[in-house]
């Protein structure tokens, strides 16, 4: 019986007339064709942005570990400074550079004074805590650059897709109303356009949102590292200029 069915002329008739994906979307309307090369473009531009991004905060990372360890096992700040041109990428690297050029200019204004004097303007630590603040606010914006468009691209992709959904059934009860029927050879054009503008809004948003997700994270981990770090220097220069 099974020998019977997969030898019928139906199944190998039906089975000669398969359409591909491709073939459905070259065949498609300008409506759904528009959408497709939308959302293709848009998974483009966030794969871009994802591999750019991940490599970046995986090169900020590494980069700030090995700063860090190289300003606790130091005793100078000025070695610091100058070991810390050899990390361009780590953000705690470039927060230490502003907080250390502000407390040089401190220590430039204050020589000549008297005792006293130094320790009352070198005691207004303010403005070496601005510094840190404005160099740790300008690296959170270097983090944080592009990561919105992949939330953009996650929330609005799928209801791009579904409006290519929406008009690929409305194609086909548009075919209905003009043949009379509802057979496949009607409806099974535009049904199919549809499922795969689906599917292409889903491939795009899916992505996105799961790096969204994981560069929030690792921005929100680097951004903990710079206020920490921030914490650290300024006890440390306190402690170094009150004894």
Known sequence: MLANLLSSPLLAEAAGSQVSVIEIVMDAD??????????????VISWYIIGYKALYFRRAQAESQDFMDVFWQSKRLDAIYQSSEEFPRAPVSRVFKAGYIELSKLKGSTEGAGAESMRQQLGDIENV???LRRASRTEMTELEKLVPFLATVGSTSPFIGLLGTVWGIMV?????????????????????????????????????????????????????????????????VKRHFFK
Request: charged share 10%; no cysteine.
């Open 129 to 131: 805590e601005r510094s």
């Open 30 to 43: 300008a409506v759904v064709t528009a959408i497709l090369v939308l959302l293709a473009v848009l998974s």
């Open 172 to 236: 086909a009860f548009l075919n209905i109303s003009a043949e009379g029927a509802a057979g496949i050879d009607v409806v099974g054009q535009p049904i199919a356009e549809a499922l795969i503008v689906t599917a292409m809004g889903l491939f795009a948003a899916i992505p996105a949102v799961v790096a969204y997700n994981l560069f929030v994270n690792k921005i929100k981990v680097l951004g903990g590292e710079m206020d920490n770090f921030s914490s650290d220097f300024l006890n440390i």
